[in-house]
Nanobody, 121 residues
Framework: QVQLVESGGGLVQAGGSLRLSCAVS????????MGWYRQAPGRQRELVAV???????AYADSVKGRFTISRDNAKNTVYLQMNSLKPEDTSVYYC???????????????WGKGTLVTVSS
């Protein structure tokens, strides 16, 4: 059973920083990509940042220069360092992982339960 466990959300003032973590556990053959999405009330879920197995990284334009995604392959963990936070960054942040199962060798997409980030003005 694959699980994605997120941590690091919370309340922060505008201009502050937070670091989100997402650890993947379970029977995994490979991690093809991991990323962060966010969804604010009344809005669609949107991509924040993604890192693929080869190391390529992509960011939403709204977070470029402020957020940094990184990955610890040994720990199967992805991080999102968020600096210069703005009230409009307030959302539930979801971890996403594109994994290949160890026994099935089938590629499956998984989501974490989400962690709330609130940025006060």
């Amino acid at each position: 059973q694959v699980q994605l466990v997120e941590s690091g959300g919370g309340l922060v003032q505008a201009g502050g920083s937070l670091r989100l973590s997402c650890a993947v556990s379970g029977s995994i053959f490979s991690i093809n990509a991991m990323g962060w999405y966010r969804q604010a009330p009344g809005r669609q879920r949107e991509l924040v940042a993604v890192i693929v197995s080869g190391g390529s990284i992509a960011y939403a334009d709204s977070v470029k220069g402020r957020f940094t995604i990184s990955r610890d392959n040994a720990k199967n963990t992805v991080y999102l360092q968020m600096n210069s936070l703005k009230p409009e960054d307030t959302s539930v942040y979801y971890c996403n992982a594109d994994l290949t199962g160890a026994t099935t060798r089938i590629r499956v997409n998984y989501w974490g339960k989400g962690t709330l980030v609130t940025v006060s003005s």
